[in-house]
């Protein structure tokens, strides 16, 4: 994180150490309406947590008691480097409480107000919340109170989700019905898109598409926007106008003109904010690759281990997405690509280039907007998604094994989605240990 984000990060009021479970108080970081949060030390483990306590005054309301703690089960399922983890839960002195790790830093709402952090900072924090709210979305949770303070910066410019208190959950295509009645409305006023004003529980994933759409406003506008607001360009002529687009498209009235996802939201931000030109060298990919590529601008690192690095880029001839793989384990996956990228199924990733030496490995894919299998798996599948998805599996590896590909490393991260939720296989050949921080 920059050094002005470290700088503004708020401390925490000292108080006389009092004891939550096995959990050892040491400050009070903040008060809502309806619970405490302690800044608080694991004495097992050696280190600091945040515990959120429910009010005493509503420890005996059962429907706010449900609420409480339906909120740690649904962030303790949810697994995710952009969502504050929660890792454990109680009772103490009648009163309810979770423990989540503690994020040293600061919220959002900080960052926005100061004028001292750059603005390619303040994306590049949204852009982090888009991940977290993706993966959310994907496994069924909206959230459905998406602002500036529920989401915490710490002194690496690491951005995380918190207070899930209100998130609607979503299996299949029942919604969990609300402990609080249909018709009353839940969360920030200035946040919420035009149906959760009406209603609650008639939201979809595009209900936290508009409140990132307001947040987005605040960072490049310095106002929330109200009314027919000025689009970003008005206000600043400066801004790239494909922030005027992005703004437009998600504070849309009607939710079916919003993005739909949160990762296409995360890819136009990518695009509007640019990168730096990637060469990928000659020898490190096919002649005929190489001519296809030609230059290419990163917009993000999709996953980077001591072994392997992704990363997406876009095409600037075509203004299409890639990604470029690179591992440093030798040749492996290197035949398979090569002989994949002659074939064509709907449930293959597509190969584009391959190439390297005795080292290492270089691939360029197709973009597989959807994520992985392994990023889904926080939510329970009814039988038939499970078997549509099964059948979609078996149907790439019959056509890999018809072609003598065997894929040697089958698991859900190599199992990816596109934008229409159809399955493709990737990393045919690659070395079995080549992400040894990917334990799924």
């Given at each position: 994180?920059?050094?002005?984000?470290?700088?503004?990060?708020?401390?925490?009021?000292?108080?006389?150490?009092?004891?939550?479970?096995?959990?050892?108080?040491?400050?009070?970081?903040?008060?809502?309406?309806?619970?405490?949060?302690?800044?608080?030390?694991?004495?097992?483990?050696?280190?600091?947590?945040?515990?959120?306590?429910?009010?005493?005054?509503?420890?005996?309301?059962?429907?706010?008691?449900?609420?409480?703690?339906?909120?740690?089960?649904?962030?303790?399922?949810?697994?995710?480097?952009?969502?504050?983890?929660?890792?454990?839960?109680?009772?103490?002195?009648?009163?309810?409480?979770?423990?989540?790790?503690?994020?040293?830093?600061?919220?959002?709402?900080?960052?926005?107000?100061?004028?001292?952090?750059?603005?390619?900072?303040?994306?590049?924090?949204?852009?982090?919340?888009?991940?977290?709210?993706?993966?959310?979305?994907?496994?069924?949770?909206?959230?459905?109170?998406?602002?500036p303070a529920n989401i915490l910066i710490d002194r690496q410019g690491h951005a995380m989700i918190t207070d899930f208190g209100i998130a609607q959950i979503v299996s299949g295509e029942k919604k969990e019905i609300d402990t609080t009645g249909s018709d009353m409305v839940m969360g920030t006023v200035a946040y919420m898109s035009p149906e959760q004003k009406i209603s609650s529980r008639d939201v979809d994933q595009t209900t936290d598409i508009y409140g990132m759409g307001v947040i987005i406003y605040e960072i490049l506008c310095g106002k929330k926007p109200l009314g027919h607001f000025k689009v970003p360009s008005e206000v600043n002529s400066s801004l790239n106008k494909k922030f005027d687009e992005i703004v437009t498209k998600c504070?849309?009235?009607?939710?079916?003109?919003?993005?739909?996802?949160?990762?296409?939201?995360?890819?136009?931000?990518?695009?509007?904010?640019?990168?730096?030109?990637?060469?990928?060298?000659?020898?490190?990919?096919?002649?005929?690759?190489?001519?296809?590529?030609?230059?290419?601008?990163?917009?993000?690192?999709?996953?980077?281990?001591?072994?392997?690095?992704?990363?997406?880029?876009?095409?600037?001839?075509?203004?299409?997405?890639?990604?470029?793989?690179?591992?440093?384990?030798?040749?492996?996956?290197?035949?398979?690509?090569?002989?994949?990228?002659?074939?064509?199924?709907?449930?293959?990733?597509?190969?584009?280039?391959?190439?390297?030496?005795?080292?290492?490995?270089?691939?360029?894919?197709?973009?597989?907007?959807?994520?992985?299998?392994?990023?889904?798996?926080?939510?329970?599948?009814?039988?038939?998604?499970?078997?549509?998805?099964?059948?979609?599996?078996?149907?790439?590896?019959?056509?890999?094994?018809?072609?003598?590909?065997?894929?040697?490393?089958?698991?859900?991260?190599?199992?990816?989605?596109?934008?229409?939720?159809?399955?493709?296989?990737?990393?045919?050949?690659?070395?079995?240990?080549?992400?040894?921080?990917?334990?799924?």
């Amino acid at each position: 994180m920059d050094q002005t984000l470290a700088q503004i990060a708020p401390q925490t009021t000292p108080q006389k150490a009092v004891k939550i479970g096995d959990y050892i108080v040491t400050g009070k970081i903040g008060q809502g309406g309806i619970a405490e949060i302690y800044r608080a030390k694991q004495p097992s483990l050696n280190r600091d947590v945040a515990i959120k306590m429910l009010s005493k005054a509503l420890s005996d309301n059962p429907d706010i008691v449900r609420r409480f703690d339906r909120e740690s089960l649904v962030t303790a399922h949810l697994n995710h480097p952009n969502i504050v983890h929660v890792i454990d839960k109680g009772i103490a002195g009648g009163r309810y409480y979770f423990v989540m790790e503690y994020v040293d830093g600061t919220s959002l709402r900080q960052v926005i107000d100061s004028d001292k952090i750059p603005l390619k900072t303040k994306l590049e924090a949204v852009v982090q919340v888009c991940k977290g709210l993706d993966y959310a979305h994907k496994n069924g949770v909206v959230h459905r109170d998406i602002k500036p303070a529920n989401i915490l910066i710490d002194r690496q410019g690491h951005a995380m989700i918190t207070d899930f208190g209100i998130a609607q959950i979503v299996s299949g295509e029942k919604k969990e019905i609300d402990t609080t009645g249909s018709d009353m409305v839940m969360g920030t006023v200035a946040y919420m898109s035009p149906e959760q004003k009406i209603s609650s529980r008639d939201v979809d994933q595009t209900t936290d598409i508009y409140g990132m759409g307001v947040i987005i406003y605040e960072i490049l506008c310095g106002k929330k926007p109200l009314g027919h607001f000025k689009v970003p360009s008005e206000v600043n002529s400066s801004l790239n106008k494909k922030f005027d687009e992005i703004v437009t498209k998600c504070l849309a009235q009607d939710r079916s003109d919003r993005y739909q996802a949160a990762v296409e939201l995360k890819d136009a931000l990518l695009h509007a904010m640019g990168g730096e030109t990637v060469i990928v060298p000659a020898e490190e990919i096919s002649a005929s690759s190489a001519d296809f590529m030609g230059k290419c601008r990163y917009l993000d690192t999709i996953k980077e281990t001591r072994y392997c690095s992704t990363i997406l880029v876009e095409n600037q001839s075509n203004k299409k997405l890639y990604v470029i793989k690179k591992h440093s384990r030798g040749k492996g996956g290197r035949n398979e690509a090569k002989l994949l990228a002659t074939l064509q199924h709907k449930n293959i990733i597509g190969i584009y280039g391959s190439g390297g030496d005795n080292k290492s490995t270089t691939v360029i894919a197709e973009y597989a907007s959807g994520g992985s299998l392994a990023d889904r798996l926080a939510r329970k599948y009814d039988w038939e998604d499970a078997l549509r998805m099964a059948v979609q599996i078996a149907s790439g590896l019959d056509i890999a094994h018809k072609n003598n590909v065997v894929h040697g490393n089958l698991r859900p991260s190599n199992i990816l989605f596109d934008s229409d939720d159809c399955i493709k296989l990737t990393d045919f050949g690659m070395p079995a240990h080549y992400n040894e921080n990917e334990g799924k």
